[in-house]
């Protein structure tokens, strides 16, 4: 059974950071490009970054700058860290792989920032 668990999401003011965690089991995690995708209220999903099997980096031109993914494959675990979070950065955000399997989302970690 696949299971991504997300963590390290809370309340932040604007500018401050958060590092997320997702840990990953029940799959092969070090064969999958992973993401890491946010939900804010009245909106859809959105891709935030990716990451692939060897390391490489894409973003979201919204978080360009200010995020970077990262991953650890001896943990099954891939990481979000953010700077300079700003009020519409607040989403429920989660991880899955890149391209997103339906069948792995998990609970998400709601992260609020206040102006």
């Known amino acids: 059974q696949v299971q991504l668990v997300e963590s390290g999401g809370g309340l932040v003011q604007s500018g401050g950071s958060l590092r997320l965690s997702c840990a990953a089991s029940?799959?092969?995690?070090?064969?999958?490009?992973m993401g890491w995708y946010r939900q804010a209220p009245g909106k859809q999903r959105e891709l935030v970054a990716r990451?692939?099997?060897?390391?490489?980096?894409n973003y979201a031109d919204s978080v360009k700058g200010r995020f970077t993914i990262s991953r650890d494959n001896a943990k099954n675990t891939v990481y979000l860290q953010m700077n300079i979070l700003k009020p519409e950065d607040t989403a429920v955000y989660y991880c899955?792989?890149?391209?997103?399997?339906?069948?792995?989302w998990g609970q998400g970690t709601q992260v609020t920032v206040s102006a």
């Open positions: 990451i692939t099997r060897d390391g490489s980096t």
């Open positions: 899955n792989t890149f391209p997103s399997t339906s069948s792995f």
């Open positions: 029940g799959i092969i995690f070090s064969t999958y490009f």
